[in-house]
């Protein structure tokens, strides 16, 4: 007889409207940072992967772009991503903002979760928020969707951890029996070039508004290690028009100066080595229906 023990491992839909809290809890059950987290809607755009790995489990957790009307080759890209990734994985999570009533968009990824045919947990995220009533309404509220049958629904807080183990367990009750899918260690499977990239939209995402974050999407031209243990980043940035261009430099280089100094702590804080990040921003006109340059970015 084999004492090998039966491992468990799975692909796991992360699924919910924009900003219900997806990429914090992502960043949570992974334990580190592998999804960039900010209030503007398209945040995500790729399907971000983050695995987190037990002593007899391993969760695939991806980050599924928010469900939205596609309106350009951009998100035509990420609505069919997050149809294709509901199909292929062995689970969904269905989360949901226990601060907001449920809505259409709610009831359109509970639909298209139900269409996949894949068992699911429902995660009522800012429980932490509610109180004993208002817990109650929303859990009522979420039990009215037409979900899988058997589909659990677990108050959580994505940003205090409150209810995420519980969760996390039941996750785990739902994968198949399998070997790892990932070295244990390994905390996503996005390459290094795109997960520094993210990281420079993620401040561009915190210090612009209006148009600007929908427009801008960042490449990283080079990585160079350097003696001494230093990394240079060269990174650019995509904008659409002179206009935005002049935004995102700033008066006298004011604004990517700040996008530099605040992704460059980013990037040191993951890396654990002293960075030299070099920002320049371009304007590359009509970027997000530009198919050559979306397969280059990975966004697939």
Same mark, same amino acid.
């Given at each position: 007889?084999?004492?090998?023990?039966?491992?468990?491992?799975?692909?796991?839909?992360?699924?919910?409207?924009?900003?219900?809290?997806?990429?914090?809890?992502?960043?949570?059950?992974?334990?580190?940072?592998?999804?960039?987290?900010?209030?503007?809607?398209?945040?995500?755009?790729?399907?971000?992967?983050?695995?987190?790995?037990?002593?007899?489990?391993?969760?695939?957790?991806?980050?599924?772009?928010?469900?939205?009307?596609?309106?350009?080759?951009?998100?035509?890209?990420?609505?069919?991503?997050?149809?294709?990734?509901?199909?292929?994985?062995?689970?969904?999570?269905?989360?949901?903002?226990?601060?907001?009533?449920?809505?259409?968009?709610?009831?359109?990824?509970?639909?298209?979760?139900?269409?996949?045919?894949?068992?699911?947990?429902?995660?009522?995220?800012?429980?932490?928020?509610?109180?004993?009533?208002?817990?109650?309404?929303?859990?009522?509220?979420?039990?009215?969707?037409?979900?899988?049958?058997?589909?659990?629904?677990?108050? &959580?807080? %994505?940003? +205090? $951890?409150?209810? @995420?183990?519980?969760? #996390?367990?039941?996750? !785990?009750?739902?994968?198949?029996?399998?070997?790892?899918?990932?070295?244990?260690?390994?905390?996503?499977?996005?390459?290094?070039?795109?997960?520094?990239?993210?990281?420079?939209?993620?401040?561009?995402?915190?210090?612009?508004?209006?148009?600007?974050?929908?427009?801008?999407?960042?490449?990283?031209?080079?990585?160079?290690?350097?003696?001494?243990?230093?990394?240079?980043?060269?990174?650019?940035?995509?904008?659409?028009?002179?206009?935005?261009?002049?935004?995102?430099?700033?008066?006298?280089?004011?604004?990517?100066?700040?996008?530099?100094?605040?992704?460059?702590?980013? &990037?040191? %804080?993951? +890396? $654990?080595?002293? @960075?030299?990040?070099? #920002?320049?921003?371009? !304007?590359?006109?009509?970027?997000?229906?530009?198919?050559?340059?979306?397969?280059?970015?990975?966004?697939?």
């Amino acid at each position: 007889m084999s004492d090998a023990i039966a491992t468990r491992a799975g692909f796991v839909a992360l699924a919910g409207r924009p900003n219900v809290g997806k990429s914090t809890l992502l960043n949570r059950i992974v334990g580190t940072k592998v999804a960039i987290v900010s209030p503007k809607p398209q945040t995500t755009r790729r399907a971000i992967r983050g695995v987190a790995t037990g002593e007899d489990w391993q969760l695939v957790l991806v980050d599924l772009p928010g469900s939205q009307r596609p309106r350009d080759v951009l998100t035509e890209r990420m609505q069919r991503r997050t149809e294709r990734e509901l199909r292929d994985s062995d689970a969904a999570l269905l989360m949901l903002n226990g601060e907001q009533t449920i809505g259409p968009g709610d009831r359109f990824i509970a639909a298209a979760v139900k269409a996949a045919g894949i068992p699911c947990v429902v995660a009522l995220n800012k429980a932490d928020a509610l109180d004993h009533p208002r817990t109650v309404v929303a859990l009522t509220t979420a039990a009215g969707l037409d979900l899988p049958d058997e589909a659990e629904i677990f108050p &959580i807080s %994505a940003r +205090t $951890g409150a209810g @995420v183990d519980e969760l #996390l367990e039941a996750l !785990v009750a739902l994968l198949p029996e399998s070997p790892f899918l990932f070295p244990p260690a390994e905390a996503t499977d996005l390459s290094p070039a795109v997960r520094l990239a993210e990281l420079v939209r993620e401040q561009v995402l915190e210090r612009t508004r209006q148009e600007i974050p929908h427009a801008v999407e960042v490449e990283i031209e080079e990585l160079e290690e350097r003696s001494g243990g230093a990394l240079v980043v060269r990174a650019l940035l995509y904008a659409e028009t002179d206009s935005q261009k002049g935004i995102l430099v700033g008066a006298g280089g004011s604004m990517v100066r700040g996008i530099g100094t605040g992704a460059r702590a980013e &990037i040191e %804080a993951l +890396t $654990g080595r002293r @960075v030299h990040l070099d #920002l320049a921003v371009r !304007v590359r006109r009509g970027w997000r229906g530009d198919e050559a340059l979306l397969d280059r970015l990975g966004i697939e």
